[in-house]
């Protein structure tokens, strides 16, 4: 029997891949806009920071065993107020990620924060040594949209 592909998995795959690049092809076909790192940071910061982390942030405010134990292996309950805290800062990064579409304006924040949340994230992870595969697809995933947002910033500041 086939092995199960983990929900985690795909969950990041669609937020941190595939959603965002359907959406850059999309647009850049349908409407003709200039194929680049403003389309593409547009994208990425709307789903890989906003959506991704506005959801993930819910789950942990509302079902921190999640995380608690598939992610960072704690057992009971005592870590559940610090992951619920930390649920509260994704839905407010998120937020800020989601809002961006519709002002574009906070978009080079959105990335910033998000970007260095990332990446910050990533490097603990790495220090950390993961010992399972949903701290390795945090780790990749982490790093992969620090990437993204710096190289989208990056482009910005050489406009």
């Keep these: 029997m086939a092995k199960k592909i983990p929900i985690y998995l795909v969950s990041i795959l669609l937020f941190m891949l595939i959603l965002p690049a359907g959406s850059v ?62 649920g509260f800062a994704n839905i407010c990064v998120g937020l800020l990620g989601i809002l961006s579409m519709w002002h574009p304006s906070w978009r080079d924040a959105a990335a910033t924060t998000g970007g260095l949340y990332f990446g910050l994230a990533g490097v603990l992870h790495l220090f950390k040594k993961p010992d399972s595969r949903n701290e ?24």
């Design 25 to 86: 092809g999309w647009e850049w076909k349908a409407n003709g806009v200039a194929f680049g790192w403003p389309l593409m940071g547009k994208w990425f910061v709307f789903w890989a920071l906003g959506v991704r982390l506005f959801i993930a942030g819910i789950r942990q405010a509302t079902k921190p065993g999640f995380t608690a134990r598939e992610v960072f292996h704690i057992a009971g309950e005592d870590s559940f107020v610090v992951i619920r805290e930390l």
């Design 136 to 159: 390795v697809i945090a780790l990749v995933s982490d790093l992969y949209i620090f990437l993204i947002m710096l190289l989208y910033l990056l482009s910005e500041i050489h406009k």
